[in-house]
């Protein structure tokens, strides 16, 4: 009794709060930062399956001269460089449209725009491939129209496989994107715009001077999630292109699971790519924050 | 209480998630008892799978945990060969647990590399392709099976060699991946042609022919799938020449039969008799949907041929075209197929041994009772000579063709896979893919030589 006591309500409120957090701290500790740690040590290690052996950074020299890799470093940099601002102008315009006052069916429409969110990241990507198939839909539109004779392989061409990538990637986070914007834009009190409006701004100068402005802490957020989410690009490779043709789609991630798992499985190196990826991810994230924090 | 009904919906939902991902990490080789549990429960099971895993494979002294992954097929004969020892050994009992095999090779990479080897099974199926790499990479996962009863000259030369790693067997051949040409007779008679005209040809003749075939009937005779290099592997196998040398080193650059295949696969795809498609299911639908003439795979493709009932009759099957310019071309070869793998954790290896020694290494009453019912073509060449084999198919025109099928598998050439065989095969697609957007080939047989030995690593 005289011990509880001398414990401060603030002191025992500290204390409750650590103990919920432990739990929770202890769990990511184990679960994330342990194999974090032990995927370093890994990634000095080479040799064929079991038999490792340090031989310090060989790995990470390595992979800037394999010829695949760096493919899959371009590749995923095109993914990114015009997938992502793309996706988060949309979303943004989307965003501002249906925060409008006057629309009708506004549930409807976020719902629609929402729900290729919802959708299997592997079934999707099997549905652009149907669509694009050479028998595909897409082919049969098209030929009809008269727009082509003879069915085109969108997927058998580097350059038509990469764009398939980058509208699927589009059609799937543009909503999931668009929820975070919308959920700024509620933060955004309607006098501003309404005092604007007096003021004499028009549409677009509210758009340019009072939504984006106000919304740059979400766009921060969003660019920093899709920048990071490109980077490690796995699904769509995998199952729309498999990587092809002649590896001009591969990513990455697709490179490192093919390093780990199907070829003879090279951990070490797999592990040294990841990091790389770790690396990018960190540095790509620190330049935005940099750029995209107004505050002196 | 519409907000309870949804909650009840959703827990529902959830509940039956969790079970179906339960049920799916349970193959780890959890006992399939818990295949009569509800989905809770067997969600619970996984979670302390390492302990019941133990269980399974020492289990009695006479229960063998098996992998494989077509219920359809190699599933339906290890039940078939159960049925089959347990003639003998009344107390004897499988537990057969359906594993893909892409996750048997994870989990056989995950169980290796962290040297944990309680969570394999006693005998695993394992892609013949891959039988060399991981062998190799993990010596100490897999059991020698040369001291064993089990005869391995029964089984064709070349089917054995992708299990035989330093001398040593570690695999008893199963399916069959022997290479058949199957052409449609009705398309080939608006040509001109029988399927006569198809059998001991070339290259330059099945090039010849399958130009008359687009004119006739506006159909290429072949489709394969962009990006893989199956047809090579075969077009190399069937000449004896493999993308390795006896020492493991890359044989690519100056690889006359190399060479040739790819200039004959450019020729092909130029010549529209062979149109490339971007994945398996648009392969099969070619093939289901009449849109090619033919194709020319392992004899596993019969399965899908078969599926088109209305068509019974009018399907032919003979060998594969050969090359010209290289020395011992043949018009055989071999594609796919798997061998029955020994692991290390099997605590009990002489009941292993004597089961398959007794059922795939030599029963051919086994074989005569799988093949009706899976189309599992044995490459145990006692039972090629089995009845049933030579019982007459009437979907292929009343031919004997499994009996001939079994023919074709003694003559094909045996060549080297290597340890690093799904790198050769990516170096070499890559190279067949640019070369046929018109890139030369000697410089992209030179890359794909280069990308090769950056992955082993010279």
Redesign the interface.
């Known amino acids: 009794m005289k011990k509880k006591k001398r414990i401060t309500l603030h002191r025992r409120e500290s204390l409750t709060g650590w103990a919920f957090l432990t739990s929770a701290a202890l769990l990511i500790l184990i679960m994330s930062f342990v194999p974090i740690i032990k995927a370093f040590i890994l990634s000095f290690k080479?040799g064929?399956?079991?038999n490792m052996e340090y031989t310090g950074i060989t790995n990470y020299v390595r992979m800037f001269?394999?010829?695949?890799f760096m493919q899959s470093l371009k590749n995923t940099f095109f993914y990114l460089i015009i997938q992502v601002p793309i996706m988060l102008i949309l979303a943004l315009i989307l965003a501002s449209m249906l925060n409008g006052r006057n629309l009708r069916l506004k549930g409807l429409f976020r719902t629609c725009i929402f729900l290729p969110c919802a959708t299997s990241l592997v079934s999707y990507a099997i549905v652009f491939?149907?669509l694009f198939?050479?028998?595909g839909l897409v082919n049969l539109i098209l030929i009809k129209l008269g727009i082509l004779d003879t069915a085109y392989?969108f997927?058998?061409n580097v350059g038509s496989a990469r764009i398939i990538i980058i509208i699927a990637l589009i059609w799937r986070w543009t909503g999931y994107n668009m929820v975070f914007y919308l959920s700024g834009l509620q933060n955004i009190e309607y006098s501003v715009y309404e005092a604007a409006k007096i003021d004499g701004a028009g549409v677009f100068q509210q758009f340019f001077r009072i939504t984006i402005p106000l919304l740059r802490p979400t766009i921060l957020l969003t660019t920093i999630m899709s920048v990071n989410g490109t980077l490690q690009l796995f699904d769509e490779s995998v199952n729309l292109?498999?990587?092809?043709?002649?590896?001009g789609t591969i990513t990455m991630s697709h490179y490192i699971y093919?390093v780990?798992?199907?070829?003879?499985?090279g951990?070490g190196y797999a592990a040294a790519m990841s990091f790389l990826i770790l690396v990018l991810v960190a540095v790509l994230a620190f330049v935005q924050m940099k750029v995209g924090d107004k505050r002196d | 209480m519409k907000k309870r009904i949804i909650a009840l919906l959703l827990s529902l939902v959830m509940t039956v998630g969790l079970a179906a991902c339960g049920s799916n990490s349970d193959n780890g080789g959890t006992s399939s008892t818990g295949n009569s549990g509800t989905g809770t429960e067997d969600a619970i099971v996984t979670e302390d799978g390492a302990a019941a895993d133990e269980g399974t494979t020492s289990e009695g002294g006479n229960t063998l945990t098996v992998w494989c992954w077509d219920p359809a097929f190699n599933i339906a004969a290890m039940e078939a060969a159960e049925a089959v020892y347990q003639k003998e050994n009344p107390d004897f009992e499988l537990n057969i647990v359906e594993t893909p095999w892409e996750d048997v090779?994870?989990k056989l990479?995950t169980a290796?590399?962290s040297?944990d080897l309680s969570t394999l099974p006693d005998i695993m199926l394992m892609q013949d392709n891959a039988f060399q790499?991981n062998t190799?990479?993990?010596p100490?996962a897999f059991v020698d099976l040369s001291g064993s009863a089990i005869d391995f000259s029964n089984f064709g030369e070349s089917k054995v060699a992708y299990s035989v790693v330093n001398g040593a067997n570690y695999g008893v051949p199963f399916d069959n991946g022997t290479c058949i040409g199957c052409y449609r007779i009705d398309l080939l008679e608006q040509a001109g042609l029988t399927v006569d005209d198809f059998t001991d040809i070339t290259w330059s003749q099945y090039i010849e022919n399958g130009k008359k075939v687009l004119d006739a009937t506006g159909k290429p005779l072949l489709s394969m799938i962009?990006?893989e290099s199956d047809l090579i592997c075969e077009m190399l196998q069937s000449a004896g020449a493999s993308m390795f040398n006896e020492d493991g080193s890359a044989n690519l650059v100056g690889n006359s039969t190399m060479e040739e295949i790819m200039e004959i696969y450019v020729e092909l795809v130029n010549a529209g008799v062979l149109v490339?498609?971007?994945?398996w299911?648009?392969y099969t639908e070619s093939i289901t949907k009449g849109?090619v003439a033919g194709t020319i795979n392992g004899c596993w493709i019969l399965a899908t041929i078969q599926t088109l009932e209305d068509e019974s009759g009018n399907w032919g099957i003979t060998n594969m075209p050969r090359l010209e310019k290289v020395a011992g071309a043949t018009n055989y070869s071999n594609n796919g197929g798997s061998s029955w793998a020994v692991t290390s954790n099997c605590e009990n290896t002489d009941l292993a041994f004597d089961f398959l020694a007794k059922t795939f290494a030599g029963s051919v009453e086994l074989y005569e009772t799988i093949l009706p019912s899976t189309g599992a073509m044995a490459t145990y060449l006692p039972a090629g000579d089995s009845d049933v084999y030579a019982e007459p198919q009437e979907f292929f025109g009343s031919e004997a063709i499994y009996a001939k099928i079994t023919d074709y598998s003694e003559k094909v050439p045996s060549n080297i896979t290597g340890?690093?065989y799904?790198?050769a095969r990516?170096a070499v697609?890559?190279a067949v893919?640019?070369a046929v957007?018109g890139s030369d080939i000697a410089k992209e047989i030179q890359?794909a030589e280069?990308?090769l030995n950056?992955?082993m690593?010279k």
Not at chain 1, 241 to 247: C, I, K, L, Q, R
Not at chain 1, 260 to 265: A, G, R
């Open positions: 080479t064929i399956g079991a001269q394999d010829g695949v491939k149907s198939a050479s028998d392989n997927l058998g292109t498999n990587g092809g043709p002649a590896n093919n780990s798992f199907k070829y003879v499985p951990f | 090779q994870k990479t290796a590399t040297g790499k190799i990479s993990y100490d962009a990006g490339e498609v971007n994945d299911t648009e849109s340890v690093y799904y790198e990516d697609a890559t893919t640019n957007g890359t280069d990308t950056f992955n690593g």
